[in-house]
């Protein structure tokens, strides 16, 4: 029997720093800017004591927040993310910073005042038995602010294709296939079965949607949701 082998296309999305040279120059940047900002916009400070953010290592939300009632501060990423805490301890020297290698997950229960996930939750393959695994960690008061693209929807899927030149120069593609299929394999969940998944677990689940604020995947590039744990529903555990 004929075996057919697996495409091999160019992978540069996360090296060097080719992810913030394209996510956070240009009009990507604003954004994105707005992204971050959207995601911490009147959050009570209460939350952000005992920060633990997933996959924050390329770009920290700390950057775009009011940092003056964190205590600690914890990444969670790939280990070539960890010198990051070194400029993040010398730019903000009030906050103990800590990183946890995400392929070694070992979370302390019932620490942290709010999870932080800015475009982290869509890599996940396996999302609702992945997110499950962080909540120990979280206390009963605490807070969960996701922020997912609007992938596969319209506005997303255009924007895609009208940065398509920009990435193709970073991230080494030769043409649009290789860059949907590099996102198909990156983009593991869709933001559609996110939604489904936190309904089923949360009693009540805030929806933002940047740009045009309309309850639409279709229409906007963003989705920011914020939960929080009070809301989680018993009965599933």
């Known amino acids: 029997m004929k075996k057919y082998k697996i495409a091999k296309i160019s992978s540069k999305i996360y090296s ?47 950057n775009f927040m009011d940092f003056s009632y964190i205590k600690e501060y914890t990444i969670v990423d790939d280990l070539k993310y960890k010198t990051q805490l070194k400029k993040l301890s ?8 800590k990183f946890i290698n995400y392929k070694n997950l070992k979370l302390p229960k019932k620490k942290f005042t709010r999870l932080i996930a800015s475009h982290t939750f869509e890599h996940f393959k396996n999302f609702e038995e992945d997110f499950l695994k962080l909540l120990p960690s979280l206390k009963p008061n605490s807070l969960i602010s996701i922020a997912l693209p609007c992938d596969p929807g319209s506005m997303w899927r255009l924007l895609q294709y009208l940065y398509y030149f920009k990435q193709k120069k970073n991230y080494g593609w030769k043409n649009f296939a290789e860059k949907d299929l590099s996102h198909a ?53």
Do not use: C, W
Request: no cysteine; proline share 4%; charged share 20%.
């Open 185 to 237: 394999r990156d983009h593991l969940t869709p933001v559609q079965n996110i939604q489904k998944i936190i309904r089923y677990y949360f009693k009540t689940v805030k929806n933002y949607y940047f740009p045009f604020l309309m309850p639409s995947i279709n229409l906007n590039i963003f989705l920011i949701i914020q939960l929080k744990m009070k809301d989680f529903k018993k009965n599933n555990n």
């Open 90 to 97: 010398k730019k903000y020297k009030n906050i103990n910073f």
């Open 16 to 62: 060097k720093n080719n992810y913030s040279n394209t996510n956070y120059t240009g009009l990507a940047k604003f954004l994105y800017y707005f992204n971050h900002k959207i995601l911490s916009l009147r959050i009570n400070n209460n939350y952000n004591k005992h920060i633990i953010e997933i996959g924050g290592g390329a770009k920290p939300h700390i």
